[in-house]
């Protein structure tokens, strides 16, 4: 392909994201999403009182008590979205979300090029643009956008220590950072060092076994303060969130048929997540010697 050749091409794609951006730029603007904090589903309006809450009063809490119900990434990206725009309204939230799949975009490219063609590339990167749920994230006020984000830059920081003939001290260090913000923002990341400690024995490169450990490490001394605030708050070790045992409990039922007004409470977050963590148990136990078939369909 000649220089001429490849500017047009380089341009060709540079005006198909900016229109891919407009587009969805004016979707937001102008479509029916809820543009008021009651207007919210429930999850979402948590996430924001949280948010209101570290910007007016610097704690992380749901009301003047503080919370360990969620993790703070997302929170805290929403405050930060706050104090630029200068308003609570969900629509910077949502355009600043749209930033971030801009910038998913251009992380996916990057990882693409670590192994394949151009061409290969250039076509990763339209089936992306083509993919709506990859747009779409960023109008939901939910962790899935930044989760996202993090994830993408996890995974880049990683794929070019594998690559690497030596290992930069520089990007272990950025890639313990970004696992732990990652797990900050959805702690399914956790199993990640299992997980890939064992592909690399399986996979016969085992001399990158080091770089995991030292980013593990670095992870897990960077959500040190967090374990550190809950356990001054609750004397008991959480290591991510307390909503585990209502997601639990809400997995026992069909097609999500509950009331969670009806389910066990506590004195605190703490036995309040207990308490439906062993109901959960027990429902689950309890299918499964009545139906057990129902149960694991």
């Known amino acids: 392909m000649t220089q001429a050749k490849l500017k047009q091409v380089k341009l060709f794609y540079l005006l198909l994201i900016i229109l891919w951006f407009t587009c969805w730029l004016y979707w937001l603007v102008n479509s029916n999403l809820p543009l008021t904090h009651d207007q919210l589903q429930k999850d979402a309006q948590f996430y924001m009182r949280v948010a209101k809450n570290l910007y007016s009063k ?20 929403l405050n930060l979205v706050f104090r630029l725009a200068g308003s609570f309204s969900p629509l910077p939230i949502r355009i600043a979300q749209l ?3 801009g910038l998913n975009l251009v992380l996916v490219k990057q990882i693409s090029k670590l192994y394949f063609s151009k061409k290969v590339t250039t076509t990763i990167i339209l089936l992306t643009l083509l993919y709506i749920p990859f747009s779409w994230n960023s109008s939901l006020i939910l962790t899935k956008g930044i ?3 993090l994830l993408l830059i996890w995974w880049w920081l990683w794929e070019r220590i594998i690559i690497s003939k030596k290992q930069s001290p520089w990007h272990l260090f950025l890639a313990g950072l970004t696992f732990a913000i990652t797990l900050y923002a959805k702690p399914i990341l956790f199993l990640w060092p299992i997980f890939l400690i064992t592909s690399l024995i399986l996979a016969k490169k085992k001399h990158l076994i080091k770089s995991i450990i030292i980013t593990t490490i670095i992870g897990i001394c960077l959500m040190f303060p967090w374990w550190r605030r809950n356990y001054k708050i609750f004397n008991h070790f ?5 909503q585990g045992g209502e997601v639990l409990l809400g ?22 997540d207990q308490a439906r963590r062993k109901l959960a148990l027990k429902r689950i136990s309890d299918q499964f010697k009545n139906n057990p078939v129902k149960l694991l369909s």
């Open 58 to 77: 610097g704690i992380i809490g749901g009301g003047t008590q503080k919370t360990a119900w969620i993790i703070p990434a997302y929170p805290i990206f």
């Open 99 to 101: 930033g971030l799949v």
């Open 147 to 149: 989760f996202a984000t």
């Open 238 to 242: 959480i290591p991510f969130s307390l």
């Open 251 to 272: 997995g026992t039922y069909q097609n999500y048929d509950f009331d969670p007004k009806t389910w066990p409470g506590g004195q605190n977050e703490y036995q309040v």
